[in-house]
């Protein structure tokens, strides 16, 4: 990474690797340097703000740098042409910094258990236990946190805060999934800073249908069938900078991502078996809530689900039904009428016959729970079915 300020063309020139961003200062102008006439002594500060400044009431929405920083130049002259580096470059006041890039995966606080992996926050560190079969801190428990979804729920997870946007070169989606429903959303998140891009994952028509597009082209896999033989299956979505892999079971799919963004920057919440306003949500091939048990749901290296369980606030469970962590066939799929005008309407192609079962409860004291209009030969009619004081009748 290199900044440089040109102060006689009033420029900030921002360099990160092969990408190039100018901007114009407008303090900087001879014109309008709002009445500095001298040079000022300045202060360069290196991954974030000192506690003095802090106490001074400046504020900035980013958190200071946590990681390792090496190969500082500092230079300066009168002139772009003229930058000579400072040496040696001291410095005056440092604050928790420590010499040497620090992994503490390789101390005695990494506790991940044999097949997991470590990743290291340079202050801490956390266990990624992706396709080991073990949850828990340290990857050390052999089990699976497994959650019953009927139609009515999803799950969303907050992937960060508004404050700490970034952009992301590498990305991981997996889950396990098993259902005996077609037609319904597995997973979806999109986002609009960069370009409008959106990841989106179905049932559909018994197979997997995963749509994405980072800016600048749409890209499809359909991968499997018979998924809702209510069979467990594995779908993992893997983007690596400018390509993705699309792995179900045994069946895979690489695509090259078109144009030249390759990075994702989604908003903050991402949802899993569902969403809110489907309809609305580009890519799915579906608008239902998935019905059927979920279980190892990983974004990148949280395991959304256990998180869940475990009371994680940025994990949260969306329905009318209670969390169900345990794997029960779904055979009845309920539907919630959540307001008096809330209705099915239901075309007949047999004017002969008509043959309705349904079971049902509510709070309610008296309702019409189904109506139709009639027309016979003796003119127009009705029927309809009557709850009331705790009886059934039929008119």
């Known amino acids: 990474m290199q900044v440089r300020i040109d102060v006689h063309g009033a420029r900030l020139i921002a360099r990160v690797d092969n990408h190039k961003e100018e901007v114009y200062l407008k303090g900087l102008n001879h014109e309008t340097n709002y009445g500095v006439s001298i040079n000022l002594m300045s202060v360069v500060l290196v991954g974030g703000l000192s506690s003095e400044e802090k106490l001074h009431g400046v504020k900035y929405i980013i958190e200071s740098f946590v990681g390792c920083i090496r190969n500082v130049v500092l230079s300066s002259g009168k002139a772009a042409s003229d930058l000579l580096p400072i040496t040696p470059l001291i410095a005056t006041k440092h604050e928790n910094v420590k010499e040497g890039c620090r992994n503490m995966c390789h101390t005695r606080q990494n506790l991940c258990f044999k097949g997991s992996r470590c990743i290291n926050h340079y202050y801490d560190i956390s266990c990624d236990c992706f396709g080991t079969k073990y949850e828990g801190e340290h990857c050390d428990i052999y089990t699976a946190t497994v959650l019953t979804l ?15 946007r970034i952009h992301s070169s590498v990305t991981r989606i997996s889950m396990m999934f ?6 319904s959303a597995l997973f979806y998140a999109s986002g609009e800073s960069l370009k409008p891009q959106y990841i989106a994952a179905s049932v559909k028509n018994h197979s997997a249908y995963i749509e994405m ?7 499809t896999a359909v991968l499997g069938q018979d998924l809702t033989k209510h069979y467990w299956h594995n779908l993992t979505i893997f983007h690596d900078r400018n390509q993705v892999t699309a792995i179900l079971d045994d069946h895979l799919k690489i695509m090259e991502i078109p144009g030249e963004v390759h990075n994702l920057l989604f908003d903050p919440e991402i949802y899993f078996g569902g969403g809110p306003n489907l309809s609305k949500r580009k890519g799915l091939a579906s608008n239902n ?4 048990s979920l279980k190892y749901v990983f974004y990148n290296d949280i395991s959304v689900l256990f998180e869940l369980k475990k009371g994680n606030p ?5 329905g009318v039904l209670e969390e169900e962590f345990t794997e029960s066939e779904v055979n009845v799929i309920p539907i919630t009428f959540s307001y008096a005008k809330s209705h099915i309407w239901w075309p007949m192609s047999n004017v002969h016959t008509l043959d ?6 509510s709070s309610k004291a008296t309702a019409v729970l189904a109506y139709s209009e009639v027309k016979t030969s003796e003119g127009l009619g009705f029927w309809e079915i009557r709850l009331a004081t705790d009886r059934l009748s039929f008119e």
Not at 154 to 163: A, L, P, T
Not at 178 to 183: G, P
Not at 213 to 219: E, R
């Open 213 to 219: 597009d980072f800016g600048d082209g749409v890209m």
């Open 289 to 292: 809530n998935f019905v059927g």
């Open 314 to 318: 940025k994990v949260h469970y969306i």
């Open 356 to 361: 309705l079962k349904f079971d049902f409860k």
């Open 150 to 164: 009927r139609g009515s729920s999803y799950v969303s997870y907050r992937i960060y805060d508004w404050k700490d």
């Open 178 to 183: 098993k259902t005996n429903y077609d037609d």
